[in-house]
């Protein structure tokens, strides 16, 4: 895992660095550390990640319009502050978890492993997707997306207007931040379930879901059942 | 505002405009035009005699009998009609025609000197003791009244001998007085004096029962000084009223004012209404804090002198362009203050405008000015004290408002005690000393407690020694410093460890350093220097080294600045200033202020 701490005390960037590397252990391929902004966005250009954790005040400057474009990024994120009360706006942007300070490493553990686990959601789920468009990020609301389609390290999001948005996080990012309507019923596809009209039996055990929009998407084999429990 | 104070002027213009030039004497029932009589200095009995032939005696008039001229005697003949309905009674001047139910059987008489009467050749009355000079006369009364017998005053001609002295007047450069007369009802009479005694008194009681109420006011109320002088305008209402109703007092409860004893009370009267003059312009010039007081109290000085020099021996006319002359500099005075906004000054000007316009001498010019002087002063009194009261009340709102502010700054202080962001960064900090530097933990520990020990210890007071402030910030440098790894300081140039500063002001600043402020190097100085303004008060410069980060998502004036202003406002307000900016070396912050001592 490479990991960036963006934390504008020393202690705190020490604490957090030594606790990660006992936690991940050799998991942990690199840390990189940032104390302002604009040397986050630097540091972030130089090397790719896969997880931030980010102090939402940093020397006076707010660290929720850094959040807002980092969520846009492929890597999670996870807001180690202690300012809780901006906890659930944090959610909203589509962080994987908010560690309050002062931190234990339990809580460390925890934060950690919902970033490894391949199942993991968020406490609260997203309720704005970030997608980089024309060199800024824009919001998109988690409302209108009615399923993901999943395109390597990235995502395609497909919205109710038909439109579609690139989104910088894996299917598998996106699922940890997405709320639990939505529902993985391929390797590829995240579909919301209210968006589903009917399911397809067809034949050789090929499946498929009918959209209200009148698309058609394969439902894996293996979660077949699942879908068609939780659609009953 | 500044419309309504015009208009105000200008109708206070053009009603003085209007005014009468002058107090034109009424005679109210005596003879209202000058008489001429038959005037003959020295003593002789015969000269009573109804027959006595006084053709070859001079005339003079009535407003000539001379004064200290030893004993004389003025006769003159008049006619009285028999009373026929629609028909002349004769020298109507002299024989009022009263109705029957109040028949003629007194004469009134007002004037300066002692004197016998014969009325037909018989004596009738006696006022005082004629005397030849001024050892021997004993003062006859100013007003009289006297039952004349009734088969003397029947129809046909008479003749009234009057045998005078006026030794004992004290008119100053004043040669000669008037007497006037006047056939009445002695009943009639009686009563009406009895009258005219009502309006001075109430006036009088009215004026005192204000003094005191003022008075009271300022004492234990507020201790304001148009109250004090208000109350001491009162008090001279009271005496002029008292001075005023005097003349029907004694004729009525005691001793009947003797002619000698006239010119005092005029000139009580006159004294009186130019200290009510000068009291009720010394009151507006404190309610509205004038500067150049004395100015103004000169303009009036001068402003009364020309009175009393136009007036003459036009006494009244005297006390009632005395009282113009207050209202209409009184009135360019709120005329001003209004035009400047000045609360409670449009409540004041309709009293003296109503003044200006309606005061006059009364009806009886010798009961002095009309009711509307009691008018006038009730609306001043009124207007001051709710203008008064307006402003008490508003002051009490304020200091509740500041009662407000400092329970505010205190919480706000405390906040700074227990601010989460600091206190749990710092925390986490510790955690990691902790585990890392036990000894190092220890020092964070005493650190953290000597700053939470201070601002809890200075958390209620509006001023603490700069010396504690200094003691509050290093100690948060000593924290902060752990915490940043690089090492602050605080360098305090000729300060004054005593001076008095409001809590937590340059620890405010040191957080809003940290906050905006980048430092490269691993060590840096925050440096306050200490001076005095350009208008005698305090000045404290502070800086905040390094480069200013300006953070686009920032509020200008956040909390750290709304306190520092908040907190210099409660301590020093109006007479503080605060202005900041980039320097080479970092963010200049100078505050200046000054003590009300």
């Known amino acids: 895992m490479r990991l960036l701490i963006v934390e504008d005390e020393p202690l705190i960037a020490q604490r957090l660095e030594r606790m990660c590397r006992e936690i991940l252990g050799a998991a942990l391929e690199s840390v990189a550390h940032a104390s302002r902004p604009e040397e986050t966005s630097a540091r972030l250009e130089e090397t790719p990640i896969d997880l931030m954790l980010l102090d939402l005040n940093l020397q006076g400057a707010d660290g929720m319009q850094l959040l807002k474009r980092a969520v846009a990024g492929s890597f999670h994120t996870i807001i180690v502050s202690a300012n809780t009360d901006r906890a659930l706006e944090a959610f909203e942007y589509g962080v994987l978890d908010f560690v309050p300070k002062p931190f234990s490493r339990e809580r460390l553990v925890q934060a950690l492993g919902r970033c490894t686990a391949a199942e993991a959601r968020a406490d609260y789920a997203a309720k704005y997707l970030a997608v980089r468009k024309y060199g800024r990020v824009e919001l998109v609301r988690v409302d209108e997306v009615v399923y993901a389609k999943g395109a390597g390290a990235y995502s395609e999001l497909v919205l109710a207007s038909g439109a579609t948005e690139l989104h910088d996080k894996s299917l598998e990012k996106l699922q940890a931040l997405l709320p639990p309507v939505f529902e993985r019923i391929h390797k590829s596809y995240l579909v919301r379930m209210s968006a589903v009209k009917a399911l397809h039996a067809e034949e050789g055990s090929h499946y498929e879901v009918e959209l209200k929009g009148g698309a058609r998407l394969p439902i894996g084999r293996t979660r077949y059942k699942e879908i068609r429990e939780k659609f009953r | ?597």
């Open chain 2, 1 to 597: 505002m500044r419309i309504a104070a015009l208009t105000l002027l200008a109708l206070a213009e053009v009603a003085l405009a209007g005014a009468p030039a002058g107090p034109a004497p009424q005679f109210q029932h005596f003879e209202p035009f000058l008489r001429e009589f038959r005037i003959m200095l020295g003593d002789d009995p015969r000269w009573a005699s109804a027959t006595w032939d006084d053709r070859a005696w001079p005339k003079v008039r009535s407003d000539s009998l001379p004064i200290n001229s030893g004993i004389f005697w003025i006769r003159f003949h008049i006619v009285r009609s028999a009373p026929k309905a629609g028909e002349p009674i004769g020298d109507e001047w002299f024989w009022k025609n009263l109705p029957e139910s109040q028949p003629i059987n007194a004469l009134g008489t007002v004037s300066s000197c002692s004197y016998e009467l014969y009325w037909d050749g018989r004596f009738v009355f006696r006022n005082g003791v004629v005397g030849k000079d001024r050892a021997s006369e004993v003062p006859g009364t100013t007003d009289c009244l006297m039952m004349i017998p009734l088969e003397l005053i029947g129809p046909g001609e008479h003749v009234l001998a009057f045998r005078i002295s006026s030794n004992r007047s004290d008119f100053p450069g004043a040669p000669r007085f008037r007497m006037v007369f006047g056939m009445q009802n002695y009943d009639w009479r009686t009563t009406y004096e009895d009258r005219q005694a009502i309006y001075p008194m109430i006036g009088m009681g009215c004026a005192w029962v204000a003094a005191i109420i003022c008075g009271v006011f300022y004492w234990f109320v507020d201790r304001r000084r148009p109250l004090f002088f208000c109350s001491l305008f009162c008090v001279a209402v009271g005496a002029y009223n008292l001075a005023v109703a005097w003349r029907s007092l004694s004729w009525l409860m005691f001793r009947p004012e003797t002619y000698d004893q006239l010119y005092s009370r005029l000139m009580a009267i006159i004294v009186s209404m130019a200290l009510i003059g000068c009291l009720l312009l010394l009151v507006y010039l404190e309610q509205f804090a004038f500067k150049r007081k004395e100015r103004w109290l000169g303009a009036l000085g001068l402003l009364l002198a020309a009175v009393w020099w136009m007036t003459g021996s036009q006494y009244y006319g005297r006390v009632l362009w005395e009282f113009r002359a207050a209202l209409a500099l009184s009135t360019v005075a709120i005329g001003w203050a209004a035009w400047r906004r000045h609360s409670g000054a449009l409540l004041a000007l309709p009293a003296v405008v109503f003044g200006l316009v309606t005061v006059d001498l009364g009806a009886d010019w010798r009961y002095g000015l009309n009711h509307s002087f009691l008018i006038t002063f009730a609306l001043i009194v009124l207007a001051l004290l709710t203008s008064v009261g307006l402003q008490v009340q508003a002051n009490r709102r304020k200091a509740r408002a500041t009662e407000l502010t400092a329970a505010r700054m205190e919480i706000e202080l405390l906040k700074k005690n227990l601010q989460p962001h600091f206190l749990l960064n710092t925390l986490t900090a510790l955690s990691e000393v902790v585990e890392q530097d036990p000894p190092g933990a220890v020092r964070l520990i005493g650190d953290l407690a000597d700053e939470f020990r201070s601002l809890s210890r200075m958390s209620a007071e509006k001023l603490i020694p700069l010396s504690q402030e200094l003691d509050l910030c290093r100690a948060h440098l000593r924290v902060m410093s752990l915490r940043t790894g690089k090492a602050w300081r605080l360098e305090a140039e000729k300060h004054d460890p005593a001076a008095q500063v409001p809590p937590a002001l340059f620890l405010t600043l040191i957080e809003n350093g940290f906050a905006h402020q980048r430092v490269a190097a691993a060590e840096a100085a925050f440096v306050l220097r200490h001076g005095n303004s350009a208008d005698g008060g305090i000045s404290y410069v502070f800086l905040s080294p390094g480069e200013r980060h300006e953070n686009p998502d920032r509020v200008p004036g956040g909390t750290g600045l709304r306190y520092v202003k908040a907190r210099l406002e409660e301590s020093f307000s109006g007479r503080w200033s605060f202005r900041d900016g980039p320097t080479a070396l970092g963010w200049e912050t100078v505050i200046e202020f000054r003590s009300i001592a």
